[in-house]
């Protein structure tokens, strides 16, 4: 059974940094794509960064030069660094991931992970 768990969240001060993590664990072949999002209350989901396997990474315009994806295949991590972080990047973030596992490896399937709470104060 695959799991992704999210870590790194917190409450920070307007400029200031924080670094998320995803870890997948289960009965992986392989990840695809991995991707953050987030979810800022009264709003909906958006997709915030995301990085193919072997390809390169976009961003929403909004954390353009400010946030940095990045993923360690070799231990089935994803990473989401956020630099200058603005009181409107507050939000419960989300890690995605399309897997391969040994159960039927023609397909891969998408999982969530439970969300970690970023919140930034002015």
């Known amino acids: 059974q695959v799991q992704l768990v999210e870590s790194g969240g917190g409450l920070v001060q307007a400029g200031e940094t924080l670094r998320l993590s995803c870890a997948a664990s289960?009965?992986?072949?392989?990840?695809?794509?991995m991707a953050w999002y987030r979810q800022a209350p009264g709003k909906q989901r958006e997709l915030v960064a995301a990085?193919?396997?072997?390809?390169?990474?976009t961003y929403a315009d909004s954390v353009k030069g400010r946030f940095t994806i990045s993923r360690d295949t070799a231990k089935n991590m994803g990473y989401l660094q956020m630099n200058n972080l603005k009181p409107e990047d507050t939000a419960v973030y989300y890690c995605?991931?399309?897997?391969?596992?040994?159960?039927?490896?023609?397909?891969?399937?998408?999982?969530w992970g439970r969300g970690t709470q970023v919140t930034v104060s002015s």
């Open positions: 995605r991931a399309e897997i391969v596992t040994d159960d039927d490896i023609r397909y891969q399937y998408e999982y």
């Open positions: 289960g009965n992986i072949i392989s990840i695809n794509d």
């Open positions: 990085i193919p396997f072997g390809g390169s990474p």
